[in-house]
């Protein structure tokens, strides 16, 4: 049964309608509209549109962006690559470099040069050699270094420098999950760890006499020094890998005036090897002829400081870095 609703404003019949009542009534139908209006709405608890208006085919925003970002980066293989293999070429001897990137990688390659240093071979300073290496470890104020008692300064710090900031390697190695560390970590455990993810496959695994560390260097892991100290200390920000990619370009040999005439002790590097793309994600390396070394590599700089012999067999070497970009 349907309730008949109340009169505004009750009047029987010939009762006179005044002005008065006209305004009042106006002023209660308003009133009803706004407090039945506001009723409905407080009952209203779920839309099905509205509950489906934040998301797009049920994936909220989040879940969009994921989605998009994973498409992105499943493209980008397929499009761009980079990638950096340190390589000891044996003469006569193809070097196999699988990369993976899916097409013909522009190929670059450096020789990488002998360097004079201190290697620290124990706590002693005195314990300590001069020899030609490849890479090496050494703290920023270890610019000039000399074996004690009586030997010729060595500059460590060239100008130009060539260092690369250690930390920075190492923090791309973790990201790459090749080393793992944290402030416990002790400074010789993570030199190992660095090492063997330095020359990890496709790398070449170069000898041990190829690098080495410096003094400084060999004190803090004898110390058994961590991350953490270094950090707070603010060594670790000056720990420095010194390497020395080299290339010439247009190397003017046999040229006539008015071409300029090489340095004397200039030599083209590196020379002799052949790069072959064999497929779309594999190159190979040779080195034709023994390589041409720098006038300079070999002899010790005075009879005061003797310097440890290269590794037997070197002039059947070639160590380089090659780059690899799509």
């Known amino acids: 049964m349907v309730d008949t609703p109340a009169p505004y404003i009750p009047h029987s019949a010939g009762d006179l309608i005044t002005a008065e009542d006209w305004n009042a009534m106006q002023v209660d139908v308003r009133q009803d509209i706004a407090t039945q209006i506001a009723t409905s709405i407080a009952n209203v608890k779920d839309v099905a549109h509205a509950t489906n208006a934040d998301t797009l085919d049920g994936k909220n925003l989040a879940d969009l962006t994921q989605a998009i970002l994973d498409q992105v980066f499943a493209q980008l293989p397929k499009r761009t690559g980079y990638m950096r293999v340190f390589c000891n070429l044996r003469l006569h001897a193809d070097k196999i470099i699988p990369h993976n990137l899916k097409a013909y990688p522009v190929t670059d390659l450096y020789q990488l040069d002998y360097f004079e240093v201190v290697c620290a071979k124990g706590e002693k300073p005195e314990d300590a050699v001069a020899e030609w290496v490849l890479f090496y470890l050494y703290h920023a104020d270890e610019r000039r270094l000399r074996i004690p008692p009586h030997t010729d300064a ?9 260092r690369i900031l250690w930390k920075t390697l190492i923090d791309y190695f973790k990201e790459q999950k090749l080393l793992d560390y944290d402030d416990n970590t002790t400074l010789d455990d993570l030199e190992v760890d660095f090492w063997r993810a330095m020359f990890k496959s496709p790398n070449d695994e170069f000898d041990p006499d190829s690098y080495c560390h410096s003094p400084w260097f060999e004190k803090c892991c004898g110390e058994k020094r961590t991350v953490g100290e270094l950090t707070k200390h603010g060594d670790f920000d000056d720990i420095y890998l010194k390497i020395k990619p080299q290339k010439t370009i247009n190397f003017p040999l046999g040229t006539t005036s008015p071409a300029p005439d090489p340095d004397a002790g200039a030599t083209a590097e590196p020379t002799n090897v052949r790069v072959s793309q064999l497929d779309l994600d594999t190159v190979a390396l040779r080195l034709l002829e023994p390589p041409i070394y720098p006038a300079s590599l070999g002899p010790a700089p005075t009879e005061k400081t003797p310097i440890v012999p290269l590794p037997e067999g070197y002039k059947d070497r070639l160590p380089v870095m090659l780059l690899l970009k799509v």
């Open 154 to 162: 060595i500059d460590i710090e060239t100008d130009p420098k060539f």
